[in-house]
T-cell receptor, first 116, second 113 residues
Framework: AQTVTQSQPEMSVQEAETVTLSCTYD???????LFWYKQPPSRQMILVIR????KQQNATENRFSVNFQKAAKSFSLKISDSQLGDAAMYFC????WGFGNEKLTFGTGTRLTIIP | NAGVTQTPKFRILKIGQSMTLQCAQD?????MYWYRQDPGMGLKLIYY???????DKGEVPNGYNVSRSTTEDFPLRLELAAPSQTSVYFC????????????FGPGTRLLVL
């Protein structure tokens, strides 16, 4: 079974600075997907970014980028130019490739605080 | 386009009561999911459906039932509520291919006393 570990329960960053959230995972599969979801106080889960394991290029979405290291099974999220609206819980999630693998496996989350 | 909607937003149940959490999506997604999120934890899959009339168990199905009579709706039934079912429940949907991103509803907070 796959596991996802987020070792930083809480992080804080000064507004406009850069912060990196860590995520590691354990799997014996070679093809899979990785996601970062944001959960603001409203509790809705919002997709931030996703990465296909077969792609060597790191995914980027505006101020959000990932550092995907497949051999190390590491998938960190970098937030540049942090904004107050980035304050939230961030969850890393894993999904297997192919039909019959519908389950998302989540980490326990990192609470990000933005300091004005 | 409302996306994924859930009702109610919050509910208090007494032990032994039953209730149905409603979930609907208007994106014509084939796949729908129910997750629960316990305090300080990530989400865990309760049940999922790959289309109308087809459902399957996830990680933590005990104490719950689902049905999927239409593409749009995927209600979650709690029978004989227990304090261990106090949680936040999220419904999600995706188009159908395994690599598709799941889109989440706003959640239902359930308290069982």
């Amino acid at each position: 079974a796959q596991t996802v570990t987020q070792s930083q329960p809480e992080m804080s960053v000064q507004e406009a600075e850069t912060v990196t959230l860590s995520c590691t995972y354990d799997t014996s599969e070679s093809d899979y997907y990785l996601f970062w979801y944001k959960q603001p106080p409203s509790r809705q889960m919002i997709l931030v970014i996703r990465q296909e394991a077969y792609k060597q290029q790191n995914a980027t979405e505006n101020r959000f980028s990932v550092n995907f290291q497949k051999a190390a099974k590491s998938f960190s999220l970098k937030i540049s130019d942090s904004q107050l609206g980035d304050a939230a819980m961030y969850f890393c999630a894993y999904r297997s490739w192919g039909f019959g693998n519908e389950k998302l496996t989540f980490g326990t989350g990192t609470r990000l605080t933005i300091i004005p | 386009n409302a996306g994924v909607t859930q009702t109610p937003k919050f509910r208090i149940l007494k032990i032994g009561q039953s209730m149905t959490l409603q979930c609907a999506q208007d994106m014509n997604h084939n796949y729908m999911y129910w997750y629960r999120q316990d305090p300080g934890m990530g989400l865990k899959l309760i049940y999922y459906s790959v289309g109308a009339g087809i459902t399957d168990k996830g990680e933590v199905p005990n104490g719950y039932n689902v049905s999927r009579s239409t593409t749009e709706d995927f209600p979650l039934r709690l029978e004989l509520a227990a304090p261990s079912q106090t949680s936040v429940y999220f419904c999600a949907s995706s188009f159908g291919l395994a690599q598709e991103t799941q889109y989440f509803g706003p959640g239902t907070r359930l308290l069982v006393l």
